[in-house]
């Protein structure tokens, strides 16, 4: 009865362990075999041989800033009497920009003119002297002056000489402060040098006094402005002025410009030819005119290096290369064959075939 109950109980186990299998079977169907898979994976390897226009080019960005800026400097040190432009206005070259109190430089320039004068007087009495002492020299005769009054006369004459030389340095010296005194003196009533917009440089500050040569503000053109990037060593050589480039502005996504490389440096920024990463060359690219367009923009760019019309091309990815032979596997009725190429232009995505192909082949990558 026991053995009876065992097997009972075994039976039991082999038939649900049955059913779960056919259950998961059922639920799980094995996936219907697609003959043209292969055929299809095999379509996603080949490429057609064709003939278009292929384009080389280089992706950059960077920052729009003025092409032309006008620095504007105090020319002396002063209150400033009257100022005739505001932040942002337009300015016509020749506008009075701004009044400088010339007082106290007027002040120094009638003292150098006082000192000026005091030399002539000093020098012209001097050679009065001079010239009363050679009359009284030749009223002598020559045996009637002893050894030591002739050393004295020689030595009043050798004096006198030093000191023309010297008060002659001086009143160059003197000429020159007061020239230049002068000069600063007219520019008293500051004139815009160029036309433009004047900006201070410190926009929350209106100056009410200057210093000498310290930076007041600059005049910018707003109709040139240019794109300033940088480009890596393996770039630059490609890169020459004139070249044509299609700009974006990343704030204004419908916004597209025409743009020209003006200047490629020859010399890499400032710590970027040391350590590991590849040395950076700056690029300026002018810019047409935009309303829209301000200094300070993000930019990117496309500089169309090269240009080939009517190329015959297979995409790059099927383009093999031996040492220095290049070659594909085309695609023939007998099969597939190595052949060798001759390529021309290279890019990311596409390349030049000079030789070995024909419009229309098929070229497989295996």
């Given amino acids: 009865m026991s053995k009876k109950k065992t097997w009972t109980i075994v039976a039991a186990a082999v038939a649900v362990c049955g059913i779960s299998t056919l259950l998961y079977i059922s639920s799980h169907p094995k996936p219907a075999h697609n003959p043209n898979d292969s055929a299809a994976a095999l379509k996603v390897l080949q490429f057609k041989v064709t003939k278009e226009d292929l384009v080389n080019n280089i992706e950059v960005k960077g920052k729009s800033s003025y092409q032309k800026e006008t620095r504007i400097y105090a020319p002396f040190s002063g209150e400033i009497k009257a100022w005739n432009v505001t ?26 003119q006082t000192s000026l004068k005091k030399q002539k007087l000093e020098a012209d009495l001097a050679n009065f002297k001079a010239a009363s002492s050679s009359n009284d020299a030749a009223s002598l005769s020559a045996g009637a002056l002893s050894e030591n ?29 007061l020239a230049k005194k ?5 520019q008293a009533s500051f004139i815009a040098p160029e036309n433009g917009i004047f900006l201070f440089e410190d926009s929350s500050k209106i100056p009410k006094s200057v210093e000498e040569s310290v930076r007041i503000g600059k005049i910018v053109d707003l109709t040139k402005l240019q794109l300033v990037c940088t480009v890596g060593e393996f770039d630059v050589f490609r890169i020459k ?12 996504k419908q916004t597209k410009l025409k743009g020209k490389v003006e200047k490629v440096s020859k010399f890499a920024k400032t710590g970027t030819e040391q350590g590991s990463g590849s040395a950076q060359f700056e690029v300026t690219i002018s810019l047409e005119p ?18 080939r019309p009517g190329a015959i091309v297979v995409p790059t990815l099927a383009v093999m290369h031996e040492k220095d032979v290049y070659y594909v596997m085309l695609q023939t009725a007998q099969g597939t064959e190595r052949r ?19 419009v229309g082949d098929t070229v497989v990558l295996q």
Wanted: a negative charge; proline letters at 3%.
């Fill in 87 to 112: 932040d942002g206005a337009q300015v016509k070259k020749g506008d009075l920009m701004f009044e400088l109190d010339a007082t106290p430089l007027k002040s120094e320039i009638a003292n150098l």
């Fill in 182 to 186: 002068q000069e600063k003196v007219e």
């Fill in 290 to 307: 935009n309303d829209q367009l301000i200094a300070g923009l993000s930019l990117s760019g496309t500089i169309e290096t090269e240009n």
């Fill in 340 to 358: 060798d190429i001759e390529i021309g232009l290279e890019t990311p995505e596409k390349t030049e075939v000079l030789k070995g192909l024909n």
């Fill in 241 to 252: 002025p004139d070249m044509l480039v299609q700009v974006k502005v990343d704030a204004l």
């Fill in 149 to 177: 009054e002739a050393r004295q006369r020689f030595a009043d004459s050798e004096g006198r000489k030093i000191q023309e030389q010297l008060n002659s340095v001086s009143n160059e010296s003197t000429q020159l402060q």
